[in-house]
């Protein structure tokens, strides 16, 4: 026990609390934060065989890295004992080897085998701390060892192992990046974890990793919303955030939706004017099918994000409330943002810290959604104890919040707080003084007489404020103010203040025609004090100089003189600078230029009042309850927010096939009691399944109720196979039983279903995508779900009415096999003849590369421009001619068709001066001088579209009249072919997936099976390029957007059946989802 002693010496002797130690180096003479004797003590203690002084001695080091001395000298003493077989003493050395492995890292290489060992004990804790060293140790070399010591620790029996390895995937990511898709594969394994524990990690490093690739999560997510209220708090941020980005990616917009709502209430949201044009029968089905649903559906899943986080606003932790109030701020309906109002104010009575985080995200909301704080305007009063910046904050706030019911109450607080010791805080209530009165008209004359008030006050500060506020104020109606200008003018012998001299200076200037009589005398006394005055002060002596200059030469022209010479010589350049300008310009010289006429122009022009706004009015591009937002500036990491989709990507996505075990003989039971899985009790819009009660819903009941007497899980041929192989263990005769079931069952859908409907392509539509998916126990309902909405679309309006109408004329030329019989100009081939023919021998398909698939194919007829009757005569029409525009190849050539039916010659044809949006821009056509009665001319204008379906507005002009006419594309005529090998294709569409990759199945009817009039159809519906394919079922087609040259890459893989899927991949999602849309439209026509 040699040790014992030296220990309890060294406990005595060793420096109190706040005491320096001292080193006992007679040559140091300093102050060190460790004792060289203890340390030497706590190696003997490690040194020995007696576990209990090991333990005693890793406790005393744990404990002073804990109070933040250093012990990294202790290391190689340290390490030695990573083999100990004492659990507790191992514990400690891998708590101290996590906190020094990075600064040791040729130490902690020597006894990495030992780490390899503690990943198999038995003991979970000793795994997950072996793994977290090892992913400490920043060395590349052991790269693999991590990757398999990662691989293994995924597939560990213990969730906390399982969790310490989603830790340890950044660590890993961010030391070697070529191992993301290892650890990609990692993460959707451990995605796949029911355990709580483990969610809130894996989540974190998906975002860490591969936060782009969304098609992770979709199997996940509703596993995730289930589990989200039982995962710890950290684990519960990160994953709340996660789901904020996808279910923006995912669904659509509630607001949207609901402001198309309120331009039109009366017209239902899926009608359109060609289904009133159809006849009475149609009509009355139309308004039976409308009575039963509501305009706008909720998606079920975003329904189910909306319920399971709303518990979490009562949450103790401030972070996971915020998170709450995010989601519901950017994903809820407008009626249900209101809930989290009463969270965050709640939230004002932590700490200073947390109230300032809250009150930057409140005052933000309460720019947009100013009703939801309404009902809380005292908890937004400010206390005398509160810091500075909070009072600001709420000051922000309760600026926002106010109205003409609330002012007067607003008002009075505020003339409480100028009454403040806090200089600063006083500033900012004049300042929202200002803001109030410009907001709220009826108040701005009581809040102007408060600050002339004011002016009055003790306090130079609170005088200077109110002058520069009140100059803002007085610009909105100064001809009605000529007193209060007088009242400030007085004050320039008292206030000090450059910034309120400045204004006061500014204000006699601007209009000095209001008080002509104390103008000058102001001048006289500046021009005293010029050399004393401050630079802005200067500046505006000048401007006041040469304005009376120009309006009062007769008493003024001495002074002015005086100021511009004294100015000449100042010490500020700009000064100097300033007044040799205003020289020149306002005193007339023989070498003097024009501007000296315009002089009064120049100074004495109307200025538009200025608009006193929130600081926060632009931070909503930021998501709330983030670094960036905090800062207002994009922070490092920070992932922008996407945009809602325009049309909500397929929801089968997210089915999940239910494992075999679950499949119990009491189906009926349990499935009345999911069926209220997505209906929400609380009356929050959206319809359910229970609440649908359309015939189709009642006519899929018999299909119910024979699922449940077999195994009908699986409608399509490839889940039947997939499930064949799962049963293979003893159920083949149950499984031939459901396939045979599920065929039938799919027959007897497909005769119910187009009963109401023009033509099946929808009803077809929608019943793929359903039996693609991995069905659950609610086949019926999810296929009674995805089938309806099918047939919604198609009563949808179109986005432009003239577009569909030419492309329909363009898909019939089509089916005859013959080209457009619109073609003004012939297109220019993309790739010769020759090297078509050279192509066609390295196609492994039947059929050849014909040199039309590769040259432009003219897709949309002619569109109408401006119709005779409107053009008084004269009627123009626009095609979109696919060839390169000579003026700028980022430019859409449309080529302009006009004709006079007029019986007087039209002149002067051009195109005016156009209003267009930010991005686009157009190339005139050359100016038409005269086009006689009878006569036609073609006309070429180039359009830069953006990579948008924006319309381009402009004016068409002659000399007598202006027409406001617009041009919108087709998404498929953004782009040009591009041609690309086989291997290229694949190579860039393996680039573009996740979020970059659309898919959609249809079936192609008859008239669409064989290869021509596959490609005609796509070509004329896209300006893409054929590119070979080795397939005979397979069909792909290359572009490049036109503005930025992102790909487009389009595949069609068809069946000999006539099932089809469609996949296009593009950087702009936007344009990825419009050209499916429009590309199935063509196929299933």
């Not at 099918?790 to 030329?813: G, N, V």
Request: one cysteine or more; charged letters at 25%; a negative charge.
């Amino acid at each position: 026990m040699s040790a014992a002693p030296a220990y309890s010496e060294d406990k005595g002797g060793s420096a109190g609390p706040g005491e320096p130690e001292y080193g006992h180096d007679p040559a140091s003479g300093g102050i060190f934060s460790s004792d060289y004797k203890r340390h030497d003590d706590l190696k003997e203690m490690l040194d020995t065989n007696k576990d209990s002084l090991k333990l005693e001695a890793m406790k005393r080091i744990v404990a002073m890295i804990a109070r933040g001395k250093n012990a990294s000298d202790l290391f190689p003493a340290v390490v030695k004992n990573v083999a100990c077989k004492n659990i507790e003493v191992k514990k400690l050395v891998y708590v101290y080897l996590v906190r020094y492995a990075e600064e040791q890292q040729d130490l902690a290489l020597l006894s990495i085998s030992t780490f390899q060992r503690g990943l198999k004990d038995p003991n979970q804790l000793i795994r997950a701390s072996a793994l977290r060293v090892l992913s400490s140790i920043r060395v590349p070399i052991i790269v693999p060892i991590m990757m398999l010591a990662i691989k293994e620790a995924a597939s560990d029996m213990s969730p906390y192992v399982r969790k310490t390895a989603a830790h340890a995937i950044p660590k890993l990511y961010s030391l070697d990046s070529d191992q993301k898709d290892q650890l990609i594969e990692v993460i959707e394994k451990l995605l796949a974890d029911k355990t709580t524990l483990v969610a809130g990690s894996v989540v974190m490093a998906f975002e860490e990793v591969c936060p782009e690739r969304i098609d992770l999560i979709h199997k996940n997510y509703r596993k995730l919303c289930n589990l989200l209220i039982d995962v710890e708090e950290w684990g519960q941020v990160v994953i709340i955030s996660m789901l904020t980005r996808y279910a923006r990616t995912q669904f659509l917009s509630p607001t949207q939706n609901e402001s198309l709502l309120e331009e039109n209430p009366e017209k239902a949201f899926y009608g359109s004017e060609e289904d009133e044009a159809k006849g009475p029968g149609s009509e009355a089905a139309a308004s039976t099918a409308m009575s039963a649903r509501k305009p706008y559906v909720m998606d079920p899943d975003h329904r189910l994000l909306l319920r399971n986080t709303k518990p979490l606003l009562q949450s103790r932790s401030a972070a996971v409330v915020m998170a709450v109030a995010q989601l519901y701020f950017h994903l809820a309906p407008k009626a249900e943002v209101g809930v989290i109002a009463k969270a965050l104010v709640r939230l004002l009575r932590s700490h200073s810290e947390v109230q300032y985080v809250v009150l930057q995200n409140v005052a933000t909301m309460s720019i947009k959604r100013r009703g939801m704080f309404e009902p809380y305007l005292k908890s937004f009063y400010i206390r005398s104890t509160d810091p500075t910046q909070i009072k600001i904050l709420k000051l922000e706030v309760l600026t926002n919040l106010a109205n003409e019911t609330n002012i007067p109450t607003v008002l009075r607080e505020f003339q409480t707080y100028i009454r403040s010791m806090d200089k600063d805080f006083v500033a900012a209530t004049i300042q929202a003084i200002g803001r109030c009165a410009t907001n709220i008209g009826r108040v701005r004359d009581t809040c102007l007489n408060g600050l002339v008030q004011l002016l009055s006050n003790r306090d130079e500060l609170v005088v200077a404020e109110s002058v520069v506020v009140i100059k803002k104020l007085l610009q909105m109606q100064p001809a009605q103010h000529g007193e209060i200008i007088k009242h400030l003018a007085k004050l320039t012998d008292n206030i000090q203040v450059p910034m309120a001299r400045a204004s006061i200076l500014w204000l006699i200037g601007e209009y000095c025609e209001h008080v002509p009589r104390i103008a000058p005398d102001v001048l006289r006394k500046m021009a005293k004090s010029f050399t004393a005055e401050e630079d802005i002060v200067k500046l505006q002596v000048i401007n006041l100089a040469a304005k009376l200059y120009l309006t009062n030469s007769k008493q003024t022209k001495l002074l002015t003189q005086y100021v511009l010479s004294l100015a000449k010589y100042d010490q500020n350049y700009d000064i100097r600078d300033r007044a040799r300008f205003t020289r020149q310009l306002i005193v007339p010289s023989e070498q003097g230029g024009a501007l000296s006429r315009h002089a009064k122009k120049l100074f004495l022009a109307p200025k538009p009042a200025p608009v006193l706004e929130s600081s926060f009015k632009d931070r909503d591009h930021f998501q709330l309850g983030s670094l960036s937002h905090l800062l207002n500036a994009k922070a490092t990491g920070y992932q922008e927010l996407p945009d809602w989709p325009e049309e909500a990507p397929d929801p089968s996505v997210r089915n999940v096939e239910v494992p075999e075990w679950t499949k119990c003989s009491n189906r009926e039971k349990r499935k009345e009691k999911e069926k209220p899985f997505y209906s929400d009790s609380e009356g929050e819009s959206g319809p359910t399944e229970s609440a649908d009660s359309d015939p189709e819903s009642e006519s899929e009941s018999d299909s119910k109720s024979s699922s449940e007497s077999g195994s009908g899980e699986s409608s399509s041929e490839s889940d039947n196979k997939d499930q064949d192989e799962d049963e293979e263990k003893g159920r083949s005769s149950e499984s031939e039983h459901s396939e045979e079931e599920g065929k039938k069952r799919k027959m007897k859908k497909r005769k119910k279903v187009p009963e109401g409907q023009e033509g099946g392509s929808s009803s077809d539509e929608g019943s793929d995508s359903s039996s693609s998916s991995s069905e659950s126990e609610m086949t019926s309902e999810t296929e009674e779900e995805q089938v309806e909405p099918a047939s919604w679309r198609k009563k949808t309006p179109p986005s432009s009415k003239s577009a569909p109408a030419a492309k329909e004329i363009s898909l019939l030329d089509l089916e005859d096999f013959t080209p457009p019989s619109v073609q003004p100009v012939s297109p220019p081939m993309v790739v010769s003849t020759s090297l078509a023919a050279d192509l066609e021998g390295l196609t492994l398909t039947d059929s050849p590369l014909v040199p039309s698939l590769l040259s432009p194919v003219l897709g949309v007829g002619r569109q109408e421009l401006l119709h005779r009757v409107a053009g008084e005569g004269l009627a123009v029409d626009y095609t979109f001619s696919r060839q390169p525009f000579s003026g700028d190849p980022h430019m859409v050539s449309v080529h302009i068709h006009f004709s006079n039916s007029s019986d007087t010659p039209i002149k002067g044809l051009h195109v005016g001066t156009p209003k267009l949006p930010a991005g686009i821009s157009i190339q005139e056509f050359p100016e038409i001088e005269s086009l006689a009665p009878g006569e036609s001319a073609t006309a070429v204008m180039g359009i830069n579209f953006c990579d948008s379906t924006q319309a381009a507005n402009f004016q068409l002009c002659t000399q007598t009249r202006q027409f406001y006419v617009s041009i919108q594309p087709p998404v498929g005529e953004l782009m040009a072919p591009v041609f690309m090998s086989e291997n290229e294709f694949k190579k860039e569409q393996g680039k573009l997936t996740g979020m970059n990759e659309i898919t959609e199945k249809l079936t192609l009817p008859d008239t669409c099976r064989s290869d021509h009039v596959v490609v005609q159809k796509v070509t004329a519906t896209a300006n893409l390029g054929r590119v070979p394919c080795g397939t005979s079922d397979e069909y792909r087609f290359a572009g490049r957007t036109l503005t930025s040259g992102s790909l487009v890459l389009l595949t069609l893989d068809a069946q000999p059946t006539g099932a089809a899927q469609l996949t296009v991949n593009s950087e702009k999602m936007v344009i990825g989802t419009m050209l499916v849309k429009d590309v199935v439209q063509a196929l299933t026509q």
